[in-house]
Structures are given as C-alpha cells and as structure tokens.
C-alpha cells in the first residue's frame, strides 16, 4: 500500500525573502528540488544545463533564505551532500499593504510563467522520444467557464484535493513506471470579457 508523506506547505510573505527567490535559476533550482527530491549542485546543475559552481552558489541563496535545507546523506562529505526543499510546497503571498513585496511577487509570476513557456518548449522538442502510452496521456486542454468567485475557488480547492496525493514530494511509493508530471492549471478572469 502507498504512503504519501506528510504536507508542510510554506507561506512566504517577507519581501526579502521574495527577493531572494525573484531570480531566474533559483526560482528553477527550487522547482527542480520540489520535483526531483534531493539532489547535489552537479545533479542541479546537468539537470538545469549550468554550472556546479552557479548552482552552488544560488542553493547557498535559497537555504540562506530557508527556502532550502541540506538532506541527510550519512557518509557523503559536504560538498557533495544534496539539498532538498525545506517544505512540500510554498505560497508567494505578500501582505495586501507591502507594496515592495507585491512587485517581487509579480516579478515571480512573470518568472513563473516564463518557466511554464519553456517547460512546454522542451516537451514539445522532446515529445516524439516518448512512449505511445505516454503520448496518447498527455492533454493540453482549455476551458472557458462561467463562474462566481465563490465557485471558482470551491473548482480550485476541489481540483487541488484530487490531485494533492500525487505531488512527488508526498509520494512516497510511487509505481515504478511513473515519472515527473508537469501540470499547470491557471484560473483566472478572462480580462477581455470583464
């Protein structure tokens, strides 16, 4: 039977800290660790094509700030020790009143989305290297709905409860074929229609 390891989701208010992460390869390098597990500088790096010594230096950023921590690894030495994230998930969310930590948050977002952009890029280069089953799983769907804001968030709380027992950080015996997922839900008002 599967065990899911417990949640330890952080929210993240303090604009230095959001600061701290508002930078491209850090914003990567803890998205990675969310993804992949712990994992040394050189596995971030080959992983994220850059240096040992620039991601080094960043993941000494992040757990500086937190954001990181260094894993357990009995008889490994320092340097090459592998980092984890410090918490299952984490919200960007500055106070409504701090106004330098809501344009770091928008920076974030902007770094966010350019992710996305390229995460769909190099799927797209990649995807006929795929299996036909995972080929023929893969959807990119899009909805226009018709919503109150109260029933947007109960469609996003329930989207979030079903898929929560399948993020890679709480999964803990996962079935040996599976592998990293991206899935990116955005909902938001339709400015055009507003």
Same mark, same amino acid.
């Given at each position: 039977?599967?065990?899911? +390891? /417990?949640?330890?989701?952080?929210?993240?208010?303090?604009?230095? @800290?959001?600061?701290?992460? %508002? &930078?491209?390869?850090?914003?990567?390098?803890?998205?990675?660790?969310?993804?992949?597990? /712990?994992?040394?500088? !050189?596995?971030?790096?080959? !992983?994220?094509?850059?240096? =040992?010594?620039?991601?080094?230096? &960043?993941?000494?950023?992040?757990? $500086?700030? =937190?954001?990181? +921590?260094?894993?357990?690894?009995?008889? @490994?030495?320092?340097?090459? $020790? /592998?980092?984890?994230? !410090?918490?299952?998930?984490? +919200?960007?969310?500055?106070?409504?009143?701090?106004?330098? =930590?809501?344009?770091? %948050?928008?920076?974030?977002? !902007?770094? =966010?989305?350019? +992710?996305?952009?390229?995460?769909?890029?190099?799927?797209?280069?990649?995807?006929?290297?795929?299996?036909?089953?995972?080929?023929?799983?893969?959807?990119? &769907?899009?909805?226009?709905?018709?919503?109150?804001?109260?029933?947007? $968030?109960?469609?996003?709380?329930?989207?979030?409860?079903?898929?929560?027992?399948?993020?890679?950080?709480?999964?803990?015996?996962?079935?040996?074929?599976?592998?990293?997922?991206?899935?990116?839900?955005? %909902?938001?008002? @339709?400015?055009?229609?507003?």
């Amino acid at each position: 039977m599967e065990r899911n +390891e /417990p949640e330890r989701r952080v929210r993240v208010q303090d604009a230095t @800290t959001l600061r701290a992460l %508002a &930078h491209p390869l850090r914003l990567r390098l803890l998205r990675y660790l969310l993804a992949a597990g /712990p994992r040394t500088a !050189a596995q971030c790096a080959e !992983a994220l094509d850059d240096t =040992g010594a620039n991601c080094s230096y &960043h993941l000494r950023q992040l757990a $500086r700030h =937190g954001l990181i +921590e260094r894993a357990d690894a009995d008889g @490994t030495n320092r340097r090459d $020790r /592998p980092w984890r994230a !410090a918490a299952t998930g984490f +919200e960007f969310l500055p106070a409504a009143d701090d106004a330098e =930590g809501q344009q770091i %948050a928008d920076a974030l977002t !902007a770094l =966010g989305f350019d +992710e996305v952009f390229r995460s769909l890029q190099r799927y797209q280069q990649q995807q006929h290297k795929l299996a036909d089953a995972w080929r023929e799983s893969v959807t990119f &769907h899009s909805y226009t709905l018709s919503l109150t804001p109260e029933e947007l $968030r109960h469609l996003t709380l329930t989207l979030d409860a079903v898929i929560r027992p399948y993020l890679r950080p709480l999964r803990t015996a996962s079935p040996s074929d599976a592998r990293p997922v991206s899935l990116h839900l955005q %909902a938001y008002p @339709t400015p055009e229609f507003t």
